[in-house]
């Protein structure tokens, strides 16, 4: 039996979207990453079944699909879509701007599972616990990375890292 | 200060939260305008995204059962993966019938019940009214008739289709998870028409790990006929009027 795929975009689709368009900060690129997360899903359902959570599992993914799409912005610029205009993102934890100006500096200065960390704890406030068990690391691992990636910041701290403090 | 993470607002706007969870989210809203700002931007989300129709790549990504007519169900791939550029390969307008032969559902034959041979990975099938027949390579097709692609699995994870006319002019019909079909063999999902213009006309099946853009396809095969990083298969037919 296979997974109905377009029962679980109808019941998530608007949380992928969403997350696309906050994380891109682009309509197209978001709407071809939503496709790319329901293609996954449709290729990985076995592992998709196993999960307690659709929406912690579909967060993820999508959260890793728009990770990996920006990394591929950084390496190949000749790639990118047309200028967006601004996106106003309002269910995050910072502004869009401030969520953009995040997401420049974790690529630039963090490693692939510090990156994931620090959009969960800043973008989306989850607490280092909550990090941890999305991660599948501890609350305590979650918290050194976050700290080391702070202290590369330190000579000269972009305001959302002085405004947030949870 | 702690709130709400974004997830946990989804969690509980999907319901997965238990009653006590629940309780503590809700004492929390009542006194945080920021979270509950924040969850009524879901929901507003939400609202705008139930009046947008399900895209046709979803709906193509539904189980297949019970089997719709193979034709049909390749129709549904068309528009995304065809697009209104009107090249060498021209799409089924949809909703069209294929042959006459082939409108009776009871006379289509399944989708892959034979292989032309074992050491090709991808092969060209033609519509004929008694059901689709392999192409060899060099075949002489005419316009209108009905192409399907089909491969054979690879250890790739994503199969990109691309097709390039007699002018060297590449273009990429699609990239699609690379399914494992019956006796290892899977359809293209979607066919293709041919036009009227002679000439030479060639198909690429590329398999690659990871999706690559259709850009970087263009370009590599235009330029060497196969692409880095990637397995390529083609196949290529002679256009006749």
Not at chain 1, 4 to 24: A, F, I, K, Q, T
Not at chain 1, 43 to 69: D, I, M, W
Not at chain 2, 210 to 216: A, L, N
Request: charged share 25%; net charge negative.
């Amino acid at each position: 039996m296979s997974l109905d795929v377009e029962n679980l975009y109808r019941r998530y689709g608007d949380m992928v979207l969403g997350r696309c368009r906050s994380l891109l900060g682009n309509d197209a690129e978001a709407q071809d990453a939503m496709q790319e997360v329901f293609l996954k899903v449709h290729r990985y359902q076995h592992s998709f079944r196993g999960e307690a959570s659709p929406t912690t599992y579909l967060f993820k993914v999508t959260t890793t699909t728009c990770l990996n799409r920006m990394r591929t912005r950084r390496r190949k610029p000749e790639e990118l879509y047309d200028e967006p205009p601004p996106i106003q993102v309002e269910d995050t934890m910072l502004t869009s701007s401030a969520t953009r100006d995040l997401l420049n500096q974790v690529l630039a200065l963090a490693d692939e599972g510090t990156q994931q960390a620090i959009l969960y704890h800043y973008v989306d406030g989850m607490t280092h616990r909550e990090v941890g068990e999305v991660l599948g690391v501890s609350a305590a691992a979650i918290r050194k990375r976050i700290a080391t990636f702070r202290n590369r910041l330190k000579d000269n701290p972009p305001p959302w890292l002085q405004e947030v403090d949870w | 200060m702690s709130h709400l993470s974004t997830l946990t607002l989804n969690r509980y706007r999907y319901g997965e939260l238990d009653d006590r969870e629940v309780a503590t989210l809700r004492t929390h809203l009542d006194g945080c305008d920021q979270c509950a700002a924040r969850l009524q931007a879901q929901e507003n989300n939400r609202a705008a995204f139930e009046l947008s129709p399900v895209p046709d790549f979803i709906s193509s990504l539904a189980p297949a059962e019970p089997r719709a007519a193979w034709w049909s169900r390749w129709q549904v791939w068309l528009a995304p993966a065809l697009g209104a550029a009107a090249l060498v390969l021209i799409a089924l307008p949809s909703g069209t019938a294929p042959t006459d032969g082939l409108k009776d559902p009871d006379r289509v034959p399944p989708e892959i019940t034979q292989t032309k041979g074992a050491k090709d990975v991808l092969e060209a099938w033609l519509e004929t009214d008694r059901g689709p027949r392999p192409l060899a390579e060099g075949a002489e097709v005419g316009p209108g008739a009905r192409i399907q692609l089909r491969y054979r699995q690879t250890a790739q994870a994503w199969v990109t289709f691309a097709g390039q006319d007699g002018t060297g002019t590449v273009e990429v019909y699609g990239t699609f998870p690379a399914e494992v079909g019956e006796q290892g063999w899977q359809a293209a999902p979607f066919a293709l028409t041919l036009d009227d213009t002679a000439g030479i006309q060639k198909f690429y099946a590329v398999f690659t790990s990871d999706p690559p853009t259709p850009e970087s396809v263009e370009l590599s095969l235009a330029k060497e006929g196969t692409v880095p990083g990637g397995e390529t298969e083609s196949i290529q037919l002679n256009k006749v009027r």
